[in-house]
């Protein structure tokens, strides 16, 4: 650990001072864009940055530029043109930042573009913003508070870094999914202006809508192992959001009972269906969902991110997805997906953890259970009925949150960003 303390304090004290003033002088190339890999799955490269990137691979005149974490740099790039993959913590990867004019945020420029150690702590690449285009698109459809609109000690913790609240005066563009959506980002991401917050669907949707042909190889295995997985029965999927249990003391992870697995187990065998968990990525170890411990690879899958790096060849594949207050609940919607929200500790997280932006009752399509009876009972009734998504509910909804239901958001988002290269020029 010593030996990490000395050298994060030499990058922070000599390596990164010295490249900021090199920074400063070089000129920018419009034609360089920079993608991050995830900021901790630092060997995916997925999500709403593979959408752009798969929009633009195949054109020659833009250099793609993608910033690694680890040595393990097999993302199946297939054909692309004028692509480089450069190790972000090195001097190579210091250079082409510097020469980027154009850089993608997944999550915030304090995360994506940061050298990060074992002992948990980063240094920050502090960028100049006004020289570059700097486009965040986020990683979904933001239900629960974040940032600025949090409380207490989650606050704390999330607004920590004073960059990050710094930097988001300085996007150039912020994605966004409809007009709703975007006065709510707008109000997370302050000080943003609202004329840079973009309202083009979010890119990762376009691999939702698009026949399995047009999808980049690597989803189309991805699609064909769930199909593996599930053979000819129906997939309910259940994808929870992180909880604050190392923030907020009796915040809780659901346990399953035997009983309630056997129960479950029960309903499967009966309903010709499996089970398939995804958990979400920032997972705080501290009495986690313990769903994972009856994973048998009959009835109960693990669909996690190891074995299926995207959430949506999981969104595309399920048959009913369960979650609670994840965004997962609006990329499913995007597909006519019947959802249902177990919420066992609504009143807390709506209280004590992260909170809401919006009424679940109002928002919500389906229907929001707080117990794993009721969650058994909204089962049975989705499997009899089916009517969900042809509700004036279910329609209502995606109204809210979708602008556009299509398969060419990736494409409105370098419409946007061309428009806003043209104006800096």
Not at 117 to 128: A, D
Not at 199 to 225: A, C, E, M, W
Not at 380 to 391: L, P, R, Y
């Amino acid at each position: 650990m010593f030996r990490i303390k000395v050298k994060k304090f030499f990058i922070d004290k000599f390596i990164l001072p010295i490249w900021k003033l090199y920074d400063s002088i070089l000129p920018k190339k419009e034609n360089y864009w920079g993608f991050p890999v995830h900021f901790i799955k630092g060997d995916q490269f997925i999500d709403n940055s593979r959408a752009v990137f798969e929009e633009i691979k195949l054109d020659p005149k833009i250099k793609k530029i993608l910033f690694t974490r680890s040595d393990d740099n097999n993302f199946d790039l297939e054909n692309s043109i004028n692509t480089i993959i450069v190790k972000l913590k090195s001097f190579s990867g210091l250079r082409y930042i510097a020469r980027c004019k154009v850089l993608f945020l997944q999550n915030a420029i304090t995360m994506d573009y940061s050298f990060r150690y074992p002992n948990n702590t980063f240094s920050i690449i502090k960028l100049l913003s006004k020289k570059r285009i700097i486009i965040n698109l986020w990683h979904g459809i933001l239900f629960k508070k974040v940032f600025g609109l949090t409380q207490g000690p989650i606050r704390n913790q999330l607004e920590r870094v004073k960059y990050r609240v710094k930097e988001r005066k300085y996007y150039s563009g912020l994605i966004t999914s409809s007009v709703i959506d975007s006065y709510a980002m707008s109000a997370i991401f302050y000080p943003i202006k609202y004329e840079n917050v973009w309202i083009t669907g979010l890119p990762r949707n376009d691999f939702l809508i698009k026949d399995l042909h047009l999808l980049p190889t690597y989803l189309q295995s991805q699609v064909k192992l769930i199909r593996e997985i599930k053979k000819d029965k129906i997939l309910i999927t259940y994808a929870p959001t992180y909880r604050q249990t190392t923030l907020v003391s009796d915040a809780s992870h659901y346990q399953f009972s035997i009983e309630e697995i056997n129960q479950l187990k029960q309903f499967l065998i009966e309903n010709n269906a499996i089970f398939g968990f995804r958990m979400h990525y920032f997972k705080n170890k501290k009495n986690s969902f313990n769903i994972e411990d009856f994973t048998d690879n009959k009835l109960i899958f693990s669909l996690e991110h190891n074995i299926v790096p995207e959430i949506s060849p999981i969104i595309r594949e399920s048959d009913i997805i369960i979650t609670d207050y994840s965004s997962v609940f609006t990329d499913s919607l995007y597909i006519n997906k019947p959802v249902i929200s177990f919420a066992y500790d609504l009143d807390h997280y709506r209280d004590f953890e992260d909170g809401f932006i919006y009424d679940l009752d109002i928002v919500f399509p389906g229907p929001v259970v707080t117990s794993f009876d009721s969650l058994m009972k909204s089962l049975k009734t989705e499997f009899n009925s089916s009517s969900q998504i042809n509700s004036e509910k279910y329609r209502t909804s995606q109204k809210f949150f979708f602008q556009y239901i299509d398969d060419k958001n990736s494409y409105r988002v370098i419409n946007h960003l061309k428009n806003a290269l043209h104006k800096n020029s």
